[in-house]
């Protein structure tokens, strides 16, 4: 039996969260916290960052906000290397946990439902 790290068993309940609505950074902030013990919010910000990072150059989850009142989400227009530096300097700049609807909202992409399907299930 494969042993899950924590950051992987991060990665599948926030991939999770997406597969059911939109998410934010401040989900990833709780996720992270929580599942590392970590109560520092810089260091929550920087182990964020880096998955973040990972999951934007791998195409599981794209920034953005919701559409308001209508369903869907807009992306950003950003490439996906620059969303990643403009969400680290917001973040950096906030300097604190990220409450709701600061900073980004996420949404899962084809590729992270593709992932998501082939690990196994975290929640019962």
């Known amino acids: 039996m494969k042993t899950i790290s924590k950051l992987d068993e991060v990665e599948r309940v926030f991939l999770e969260d997406l597969s059911e609505d939109y998410e934010g950074v401040w989900t990833l902030a709780d996720r992270v916290s929580g599942a590392l013990g970590i109560e520092d919010p810089a260091a929550v ?36 290397e620059e969303a990643a530096v403009k969400l680290a300097a917001e973040w950096r700049e906030v300097g604190r946990f990220p409450l709701l609807g600061e900073i980004a909202w996420f949404s899962l992409t084809p590729e992270g439902g593709k992932l998501l399907e082939e690990r ?5």
């Open 120 to 124: 196994p299930a975290s929640r019962q």
């Open 45 to 80: 910000r920087e182990v964020s960052l880096r998955l973040i990072h990972e999951w934007l150059a791998s195409d599981r989850i794209l920034p953005g906000v919701p559409k308001g009142d209508s369903p869907g989400f807009e992306p950003w227009p950003e490439r996906r």
